[in-house]
C-alpha cells in the first residue's frame, strides 16, 4: 500500500484522500529486515508491465501505519499506565505488522543482511555512573532492548545510585548508533543463485544478544558478532560493507528525575 504524503513541516501519513492542516497526527514507524520476493503480494516492486523473474533478496523495510489504522490508543484509553509487559502492551505495533495482505510496509533499500541498533547515553553520562559500565556504551540498553514503558532495560536491576540515570521510563534514547552490513549484487547473486530461501551460512540465529564489547572483537559482545557477521560473508565470497553512525535523537531531553 502506497501512502501519499500531507503537506505541511510535519508530514504524516493517511491511506485516506482529502485531509488537510492535521499535521499533527501520529503513525506507528519502524524498521526491519525482511527476505523476500519483488514479486511478493502487496510490494508492488515491479510495474504490472515488467515481466523479469522474481528476485529474492535481504530488504530494510519502513513500516509507517497510516494514522486512521493505528490503534495504540484503543488500548491506552481503558489502560492509560499500559506497560510493554502487560496484556495487548505490545499490540501498538502488532496491530500493525499482522496486516492483510501484508503490512503497510515499503522497501528502503537491497540487500541489507543487518541491521543492528544500540540506544545509548551521551559519554559524559556514562563517566557520571556509579558505577560506570564495564563497557563504554553498553550501559542504557545492555540487551539491545529499549522499552520506555519500563523502569530500567537491563536483564538485572541497576544500582540504586545508577537507578534515576539509566530509567528509560517515557524517555527517548539521547543517542542511537547504527549499524548496517550492504551485500554486493553481483556476488550475492551468484552465491545465493536461484534459491527462495535464507541460505544456513547466513542465517545469524544466536548473534546480538548481549551488547558487550563494541569495539574488542576478542571478547563477547557487539564487535565479535560483527565480525562473526562478515567472516561469513567473506567466507561465502560475498562483497560487503559495513555501515556505522552514531544518531543524536534532538527530541530527547535526558532526565535523571
Same mark, same amino acid.
Given at each position: 500500500?502506497?501512502?501519499?504524503? /500531507?503537506?505541511?513541516? #510535519?508530514?504524516?501519513?493517511?491511506?485516506?484522500?482529502?485531509?488537510?492542516?492535521?499535521?499533527?497526527? /501520529?503513525?506507528?514507524?519502524?524498521?526491519? *529486515?525482511?527476505?523476500?520476493?519483488?514479486?511478493?503480494?502487496?510490494?508492488?516492486?515491479?510495474?504490472?508491465? $515488467?515481466?523479469?523473474?522474481?528476485?529474492?533478496?535481504?530488504?530494510?523495510?519502513?513500516?509507517? %501505519?497510516? @494514522?486512521? @489504522?493505528?490503534?495504540?490508543?484503543?488500548?491506552?484509553?481503558?489502560?492509560?499506565?499500559? !506497560?510493554? %509487559?502487560?496484556?495487548?502492551?505490545?499490540? +501498538?505495533?502488532?496491530?500493525?505488522?499482522?496486516?492483510?495482505? !501484508?503490512?503497510?510496509?515499503?522497501?528502503?533499500?537491497?540487500?541489507?543482511?543487518?541491521? $543492528?541498533?544500540?540506544?545509548?547515553?551521551?559519554?559524559?553520562?556514562?563517566?557520571?555512573?556509579?558505577?560506570?559500565?564495564?563497557?563504554?556504551?553498553?550501559? /542504557?540498553?545492555? &540487551?539491545?532492548?529499549?522499552?520506555?514503558?519500563?523502569?530500567?532495560?537491563?536483564?538485572?536491576?541497576?544500582?540504586?545510585?545508577?537507578?534515576?540515570?539509566?530509567?528509560?521510563?517515557? %524517555?527517548?534514547?539521547? /543517542?542511537? %548508533?547504527?549499524?548496517?552490513?550492504?551485500?554486493?549484487?553481483?556476488?550475492? @547473486? !551468484?552465491?545465493?543463485?536461484?534459491?527462495?530461501?535464507?541460505?544456513?551460512?547466513? #542465517?545469524?540465529?544466536?548473534?546480538?544478544?548481549?551488547?558487550?564489547?563494541?569495539?574488542?572483537?576478542?571478547?563477547?559482545?557487539?564487535?565479535?558478532?560483527?565480525?562473526?557477521?562478515?567472516?561469513?560473508?567473506? @567466507?561465502?565470497? *560475498?562483497?560487503?560493507?559495513?555501515? &556505522?553512525? $552514531?544518531?543524536? *535523537?534532538?527530541?530527547?531531553? +535526558?532526565? #535523571?528525575?
Amino acid at each position: 500500500m502506497r501512502h501519499p504524503r /500531507l503537506p505541511g513541516p #510535519r508530514t504524516r501519513f493517511t491511506a485516506a484522500a482529502g485531509f488537510q492542516g492535521l499535521d499533527s497526527l /501520529l503513525n506507528t514507524c519502524g524498521y526491519y *529486515i525482511e527476505f523476500n520476493s519483488n514479486g511478493s503480494e502487496g510490494l508492488d516492486l515491479k510495474p504490472p508491465f $515488467v515481466k523479469s523473474p522474481s528476485r529474492y533478496r535481504f530488504r530494510l523495510m519502513e513500516l509507517i %501505519q497510516p @494514522s486512521e @489504522s493505528m490503534t495504540l490508543y484503543n488500548y491506552t484509553a481503558a489502560n492509560p499506565v499500559l !506497560r510493554s %509487559q502487560d496484556p495487548n502492551g505490545m499490540k +501498538w505495533f502488532q496491530d500493525a505488522m499482522s496486516a492483510s495482505p !501484508r503490512p503497510p510496509a515499503h522497501v528502503l533499500a537491497e540487500n541489507i543482511v543487518a541491521l $543492528v541498533i544500540i540506544p545509548k547515553l551521551s559519554p559524559a553520562e556514562e563517566l557520571g555512573l556509579n558505577p560506570p559500565p564495564p563497557t563504554v556504551g553498553s550501559a /542504557l540498553s545492555p &540487551t539491545y532492548s529499549y522499552d520506555s514503558t519500563a523502569d530500567y532495560n537491563g536483564p538485572s536491576a541497576p544500582s540504586a545510585a545508577n537507578a534515576a540515570a539509566l530509567s528509560p521510563k517515557s %524517555q527517548l534514547p539521547p /543517542l542511537v %548508533q547504527i549499524t548496517m552490513v550492504a551485500v554486493e549484487e553481483a556476488s550475492f @547473486s !551468484r552465491y545465493l543463485g536461484t534459491s527462495t530461501s535464507i541460505p544456513g551460512s547466513l #542465517r545469524f540465529d544466536g548473534l546480538f544478544t548481549t551488547v558487550g564489547d563494541l569495539t574488542d572483537s576478542s571478547k563477547p559482545g557487539f564487535a565479535r558478532d560483527l565480525n562473526t557477521v562478515v567472516e561469513a560473508l567473506g @567466507s561465502a565470497k *560475498i562483497d560487503y560493507r559495513v555501515f &556505522t553512525t $552514531v544518531v543524536s *535523537i534532538k527530541g530527547a531531553k +535526558w532526565s #535523571r528525575n
